[in-house]
C-alpha cells in the first residue's frame, strides 16, 4: 500500500518517495519483499498524480506479474482496488504498508505461515509500557497491557476466507485487515514482529529509520 500523501510530514513529497540511504521509503519496502522470493506477484497501489513516479522509481526491480495500480481515497478503497487487479486461487495474499522499508524474509515467513495455519496473521509488537485512558489531558485510568498489542504489517489472509469478506456487508469501513476481519468474527493470529519494523509517518519517524537503517542491514 503505497497511497500516503504526506500530510503529516509536512511535505510536498509524499512519504513513499522520501529518501533513506540512498533509496526511496518505497523501494527498500519493495527490495525487502523481492529478497524473500516468494511472491507470485506485487501490486503496488498508489495515488493516481504519482502513477509516473512509482513506475520510475521501481521500473528495474518489478518483473512482468506485478502491477501499480491507482489507489482509492481511502485505506480500505485501495485495498479492494489492489485486490482486484489479479487472479488468484488457493492463494495467500500479503498486505503491507510501504511506509514500513524494515520488513525482513523471516518476518514474511513468519506471518504467511501462520495465515496458512490460522487463516489470517499479522504481524504485532507487545506493549511493554503502561497504557493509560485519559481526559482532559489527566490520567483516568490504567489499561491492563498483558494482552495488548500494537498491529503492524504485514498482514495475510487466505483467499478462500478473502471471499468471505468480500462478500460481507458491514457499516463501519476497515483500517486494515485484522478490523476487516473482525467485522465478521474472523480471528487474526498475532506473530512477533522484528524491532526496527516501524511506520514512517512523521519527520521524526524518519530520523529514527535513518538510525536504524544500518542495524536493519545486519539484522537481515
Not at 503505497?2 to 510530514?9: F, L, P, Y
Not at 514474511?108 to 496473521?121: Q, Y
Not at 471471499?163 to 468474527?185: R, V
Request: glycine letters at 4%; aromatic letters at 8%.
Amino acid at each position: 500500500m503505497s497511497g500516503g500523501v504526506g500530510k503529516r510530514m509536512n511535505s510536498d513529497t509524499p512519504k513513499q518517495f522520501l529518501s533513506l540511504d540512498g533509496d526511496s521509503i518505497l523501494r527498500h519496502s519493495i527490495k525487502n519483499f523481492k529478497k524473500w522470493g516468494l511472491f507470485k506477484a506485487i501490486v503496488i497501489v498508489t495515488p493516481e498524480a504519482y502513477i509516473e513516479k512509482t513506475e520510475s522509481e521501481l521500473a528495474n526491480i518489478l518483473d512482468d506479474n506485478d502491477r501499480i495500480v491507482i489507489g482509492g481515497s481511502t485505506r480500505h478503497e485501495s485495498t479492494l482496488k489492489g485486490i482486484s487487479a489479479f487472479n488468484y486461487e488457493n492463494d495467500l495474499l500479503v498486505f503491507h504498508d510501504a511506509a514500513r522499508p524494515f520488513v525482513t524474509s523471516k518476518d514474511l515467513d513468519e506471518v504467511t505461515n501462520s495465515a496458512l495455519e490460522f487463516g489470517s496473521s499479522t504481524l504485532a509488537e507487545k506493549i511493554s509500557e503502561t497504557i493509560v485512558n485519559s481526559s482532559l489531558n489527566c490520567v483516568e485510568s490504567i489499561i491492563n497491557r498483558e494482552n495488548a498489542f500494537t498491529i503492524k504489517t504485514p498482514q495475510a489472509i487466505h483467499s478462500s476466507l478473502l471471499k468471505k469478506l468480500l462478500d460481507a456487508k458491514y457499516s463501519i469501513e476497515p483500517t486494515d485487515l485484522c478490523s476487516w476481519a473482525s467485522l465478521i468474527g474472523l480471528k487474526t493470529a498475532i506473530k512477533i514482529s522484528n524491532p526496527y519494523n516501524i511506520k514512517i509517518t512523521t519527520n521524526d519517524d524518519l530520523q529514527k529509520a535513518e538510525l536504524f537503517s544500518k542495524a536493519f542491514s545486519i539484522l537481515e
